[in-house]
């Protein structure tokens, strides 16, 4: 009995003192982890979308339609909208689910960006390189077939990933679509009442 | 269950016969030696005790040798002479055995023979004393006493008496000459084992490559009152060993360990039948047998008839001499002793003494096994030899046992197809030596 | 006794006469039996196919020299099995791939696929498949390029076609097109006879049977493998094919197209990685067959034989194993049952 | 001298990778290149020194029959702190590293250490094994990173920019697969035992291993067994 009690008694401790050194770090890390995660989003919604002064993280729309939710950002300059942000995810990839932001201007789409993705390396990975990923750049919305070459579309695929390329193709009609179904209330909606906050000033875009 | 189709066909490998440079040669006997060496071990089990002494005068057919157990047997003189010595001598496989020196005198007077003519009405067991009496041993190679195997327990019910002429060793002669020339002893003795045993249906079995000594058979077993019959056997070898044998004749599989007997067969050698035949209605023991002496380096390849005890020098300077042989072999090329020299004896065993020139001898180099199967294709016992040498190669003698080891019959077929030229059967005969010793200590 | 001098023989355990087979002789023959598809391949490929198939050869023993020597072992090249992986190997590769691919290749093949085991004998995967599949990893678009030398296109459609049958067929079906070919019996001689785009030694299903029958004859193989294999695809292509005519293939056209000839014939059968009996033969030419069709009907490329065999060598143990011979006097019992210690 | 001994027997006479053949889940998945190696092995040692120090400290109050679960939550404590520090300061290297950072819960060099080693020596001597080993790991992650980074990707990335890549290089992607990871080890490892038994031979301490162990002799890739 006493014995039990002992091992009891020093497993609570030793968990006591971990979950003590935990919470301690976890208060240490929070906010930076917070601030790390939000500097990985605008840093790849700087890089898709055009130059602009908002917090784009910050000024979303969100729209609910086949069951999934779409948050869409958007880029202001002197409080005029110069550009939509989305996130959009294909599950056609070769490794498992490729997540694309893509940032559409004036119509076409301004810059693609790979967030995630788990494709072989040196392969599949490939689509996030500049060259596949220009491919898809400063073309129309609406007038383009976006499909892959042999499939009838206009999109070189990457040699020897089809299938890659395929997924990003998706992901990418995917999110125009909603985009393009969705454009007045996305577009059209008032600024938001929140003020930007400072620290977030876009610098420029390359 | 395996499908019985995999099986039905038996395994083993066609090598070149070669008969056909002895074939022809009709049995010549050879001239009284001057001087012959029996060796006390010429059969299976223990070897005989020597029953003369130095200086002691003796006759043709006295024994000179007895039985020293109950897998053993008698041994006789050749011819009638004088004792020279009595002494260990290497035998045929190595291991030294006592061997009695006699230098013929040259009268060839036999010892009191008793001849049994009415065989017929003589009882079984007065015949397999008579057998007995004259030694008579299996002579197809293994030796095994003759009188032992004609007296099965009487649990065990004998139903067919297998002849065995197949002679499936390339280069040997000695059992076609036999049966072409003296046919009728043969038959005569094969209906005194049958007589012995009771059995009622008796088969010869010939390999199909010796049409005429089938025809020869065939035209002495038409008298028989029985079912008798002369079977005709691919030729394949070892379809000369007892076990594969009576599954081509039979369609019965001895069981591992087991013996002939325990699926009612009992197999015998033609020259066997021939001293049975001798034994009983000559009195005569086995003292001569029919060696072929061959190969490439042997002028003048032949049958000869030679005593027991014949120095292989004999038969050599008999057949002209042997002209740049590499290796000498007491046996066939498959299964026979290699010799380090001319100097070994006739046995009662003996059926041939080949002469390999070099360039038709082959070392084993035991490369690495690739695996082709070709010794699996071709083991008679249906074992993985390629499997199993790997073991014994590294000396893991538990998982060969476990492997089956002891089912070997080291007829050399897997070596005999091994393109990376293996030692399978040295091998082999490593495990089965350690087998047989673990399960003695059990 | 004899006046003639006595003697020393040679002492040896039996048996005192061999077959005369060996190894060197085995691996002669298959080189032979490949010179009918490698006439084929100069004489569609020309002068690609000679760099490629000389470069292959010289670079496995090469590196087969190589590797002995740094391992201190003897010297096993005369053995002539590393000329059969670097034919085979060539054989594999497209005839535009660079020279210094192929060296890579004969370097994973006999460095990796077989010397590291041991050498010959104790490797368990088929070394010229195992570079090979090492390439197409590794270099996928030079090994997927096919730029023929003298192949018409065999319905004239157009003057030269950039993709193998296989693969041209493969991408119209995932696009919903229809087929390229119409593989009536004119397009299925030219096909046979090695009119079309392909690896070096795999245009020629009729080069390739004239070799087999030659080992086959020579009894280096058995017709166990090569007939399951090619039997097994045919009949799954003839099921499919029956239930599904629009986007499958005719049985034919499965035969005589892509790798299929070439290794059920030269590479399913190597000694080394293939089972050792009649039976285990069956089981391994039929998994084969079943890998490869559902590789080219519904995986991610359009010939699968490399990767079936490969897989099917990994096998191999295990369907020795399982397919040992009877042990004579056993009854009906598989000694494979029985532990050992 | 005892510490020193410590510290530098996980570098080669024991170490980790190539001689215990220990933690080979993150060996295998997370050398593609040598920075993802680098911070692998960084997380590892910092768990390791940490876990390794204060097992040692515990180890006269831990009761022997719950010493597992203990050393298990100690671990587990450590990797969350390097997670969560580690997403914090070192955010694109998480990305990278992902789920493989929690997973040195169940590295076997680190419970082992702890086991072995920690659980009964000093204080002043665990620490020395801990930082020895986890350079060890440490060294041995960034051997085979460099190999495969090398050969399957054309260049050595150290951390973040600080990267030398080949010109034209045609990389061999095999290296940089899964596959690769296992031949690219198999070869080091190779290699080590050469070395190591080499340098047995020189000072005499070399063993034959008995014949059936010997590849030559063995069945398993011929009868599977």
């Known amino acids: ?206 | ?442 | 006794m004899n006046p003639q001098a006595d003697p020393r023989f040679v002492v040896s355990p039996s048996p005192h006469v061999h077959s005369g087979v060996t190894v060197r002789r085995i691996m002669l023959d298959v080189v032979i039996a490949m010179l009918p598809a490698l006439a084929v391949a100069l004489w569609f490929f020309g002068w690609n196919a000679l760099r490629l198939v000389s470069a292959c050869v010289v670079g496995c023993v090469a590196v087969e020299w190589l590797c002995r020597r740094g391992m201190r072992r003897d010297i096993g090249v005369t053995d002539l099995s590393a000329v059969v992986t670097g034919m085979l190997l060539a054989f594999n590769l497209p005839p535009t791939l660079p020279t210094w691919m192929a060296v890579v290749g004969c370097a994973v093949a006999v460095g990796l696929g077989k010397q590291v085991f041991g050498g010959i004998g104790y490797n368990p995967f088929n070394p010229a498949l195992v570079g090979r599949v090492a390439l197409t990893i590794s270099f996928p678009v030079a090994m997927t390029r096919w730029t023929p030398w003298r192949v018409p296109s065999p319905l004239s459609i157009e003057a030269v076609t950039t993709a193998t049958p296989l693969g041209a067929v493969k991408t119209a079906l995932s696009s919903g097109e229809p087929m390229p070919y119409a593989f009536d019996g004119r397009t299925l001689l030219d096909f046979f006879l090695g009119n079309q785009n392909g690896c070096l030694g795999e245009v020629s299903a009729a080069a390739l049977l004239l070799g087999a029958a030659y080992l086959l004859a020579r009894g280096w193989i058995s017709w166990h493998i090569p007939v399951t294999y090619v039997g097994t695809v045919a009949l799954l292509a003839a099921a499919v094919r029956a239930t599904d005519p629009a986007h499958s293939i005719p049985v034919a056209a499965h035969l005589v197209t892509g790798g299929l000839m070439l290794g059920a014939l030269y590479m399913a059968t190597d000694m080394v990685t293939s089972p050792m009996t009649k039976r285990g033969h069956l089981v391994f030419g039929a998994g084969c067959g079943v890998l490869t069709f559902v590789i080219r009907q519904w995986g991610g490329y359009p010939e699968g034989v490399s990767f079936s065999i490969l897989l099917m060598n990994a096998c191999t143990p295990l369907i020795n194993r399982y397919t040992r011979p009877r042990v004579f006097g056993h009854g009906g019992r598989s000694p494979a049952r029985k532990t050992t210690a | ?225």
């Open chain 4, 1 to 225: 001298m005892t510490f020193y001994r410590e510290l530098i027997k996980g570098l080669w006479r024991e170490n980790p990778i190539f001689r215990l053949v220990l933690g080979m889940c993150p060996t295998l998945a997370v050398t593609t290149s040598v920075e993802n190696s680098l911070g692998m092995g960084m997380a590892t040692l910092f768990v390791l020194v940490c876990s390794n120090l204060v097992v040692s400290l515990l180890r006269n109050l831990i009761p022997a029959k719950v010493r597992i679960p203990c050393f298990i939550v100690v671990i587990a404590t450590f990797v969350t702190i390097v997670d969560l520090f580690m997403n914090a300061f070192a955010h694109a290297l998480h990305g990278s590293l992902g789920l493989f950072i929690p997973l040195i819960v169940v590295n076997c060099v680190i419970l082992g250490r702890a086991e072995a080693f920690a659980s009964k020596h000093a204080l002043w001597l665990s620490l020395a094994d801990g930082i020895g080993m986890g350079l060890g790991f440490t060294l041995g992650l960034a051997a085979l990173g460099a190999c495969r980074e090398l050969l399957g990707a054309g260049s050595l990335t150290v951390w973040g920019d600080i990267k030398w890549a080949l010109e034209g290089y045609e990389p061999f992607l095999l290296a940089i697969l899964a596959p690769g990871g296992f031949i690219a080890l198999g070869c080091l490892l190779g290699v080590m035992n050469h070395v190591q038994s080499r340098l047995a031979a020189r000072s005499g301490r070399h063993v034959t291993p008995p014949q059936h162990l010997d590849c030559r002799h063995c069945v398993m890739c011929r009868f599977g067994k």
């Open chain 2, 1 to 442: 269950m395996v499908p019985r189709l995999f099986h039905a066909r038996p395994r083993g490998v066609h090598p070149d016969d070669r008969k056909a440079l002895s074939a022809a040669m009709p049995v010549e006997t050879l001239p009284l030696p001057s001087i012959l060496r029996v060796s006390m071990a010429q059969h299976l089990g223990a070897p005989a005790t020597p029953v003369v002494k130095k200086g002691e005068a003796v006759r043709r057919g006295q024994r000179i040798g007895a039985a020293s157990g109950f897998i053993s047997a008698h041994v006789h003189a050749p011819t009638s002479g004088t004792v020279k010595a009595v002494q260990d001598a290497p035998t045929l496989s190595g291991p030294p055995a006592p061997a009695v020196d006699i230098e013929p005198d040259g009268e060839d007077a036999w010892t009191d023979l008793q001849p049994c003519p009415a065989w017929r009405n003589t009882p079984a067991a007065a015949l397999v004393e008579r057998i007995a009496e004259a030694g008579v041993v299996g002579m197809g190679g293994a030796g095994f006493p003759t009188h032992v195997k004609l007296q099965p327990p009487p649990e065990k019910h004998i139903d067919t008496l297998i002849i065995n002429g197949a002679e499936c060793e390339p280069y040997l002669t000695a059992d076609y000459r036999l049966m072409l020339e003296d046919p009728q002893r043969i038959w005569t003795g094969a209906c005194i084992i049958a007589h012995v045993l009771g059995v009622e249906r008796v088969r010869i079995a010939i390999e199909d490559n010796k049409p005429d000594a089938i025809a020869a058979m065939a035209g002495v077993v038409r008298e028989f009152k029985g079912d008798a019959a002369v079977v005709s056997l691919e030729t394949l070898y070892p379809q000369g060993a007892e076990k594969q044998q009576i599954r081509a004749l039979l369609g019965r599989e001895v069981p591992s360990g087991g013996l002939p007997m325990d699926v009612g067969a009992l197999v015998e050698n033609v020259a066997t039948a021939c001293a049975v035949h001798d034994a009983v209605l000559t009195g005569q023991p086995l003292i001569e047998r029919i060696v072929t002496v061959t190969g490439t380096p042997v002028q003048r390849p032949k049958n000869v008839r030679a005593r027991i005890g014949t120095c292989f020098n004999d038969l050599a300077g008999f057949c002209g001499g042997l002209k740049g042989a590499a290796k000498l072999i007491a046996g066939g090329p498959m299964m026979g002793l290699a010799q380090p020299s001319l100097d070994g004896a006739v046995t009662k065993t003996a059926s041939g003494v080949l002469a390999l020139a070099s360039e038709e001898c082959t070392a084993f180099e035991s490369l690495p096994c690739i695996g082709c199967g070709r010794c699996i294709a071709a083991c008679p016992a249906g074992l993985v030899p390629a499997e199993l040498s790997l073991y014994l190669e590294a000396e893991d003698y538990e998982a060969a046992a476990a492997c089956h080891v002891m089912d070997c019959i080291e007829c050399g077929c897997c070596a005999y197809v091994c393109p990376a030229r293996r030692p399978m059967v040295q091998h082999m005969r490593r495990g089965k030596a350690w087998a047989a010793a673990r399960s003695r200590s059990r």
């Open chain 1, 1 to 206: 009995m006493k014995q039990t009690l002992r091992l009891i008694s020093v497993l609570t401790v030793i968990c006591a003192g971990a979950g003590a050194l935990l919470g301690w770090t976890n208060a240490l890390t929070r906010d930076r982890i917070a601030a790390a995660l939000r500097e990985e989003k605008l840093g790849a919604l700087r890089a898709v979308l055009p130059v602009y002064d908002n917090a784009p993280d910050r000024d979303t729309v969100r729209i609910q339609t086949g069951g999934r939710e779409w948050t869409f950002y958007r880029a202001r300059r002197n409080g005029t909208c110069v550009g939509v942000a989305f996130e959009s995810v294909s599950d056609q990839g070769y490794g498992g689910p490729i997540a694309v932001m893509v940032g559409v201007t004036n119509g076409m789409v301004n810059r693609v960006e790979i967030l995630r993705h788990a494709e072989t390396p040196g392969l599949g990975a490939r689509i996030t390189e500049r060259p596949f990923l220009r491919r898809f750049e400063q073309r129309s919305i609406r007038d383009t077939v976006w499909a892959l070459r042999k499939d009838g579309g206009v999109i070189d695929r990457i040699t020897a990933a089809t299938i890659s390329s395929r997924a990003v193709v998706d992901a990418l009609k995917k999110g125009l679509d909603v985009y393009l179904e969705h454009k007045k209330e996305i577009t059209e909606d008032a600024p938001p009442s929140l003020s930007p906050q400072g620290g977030v000033k876009n610098g420029a875009t390359p």
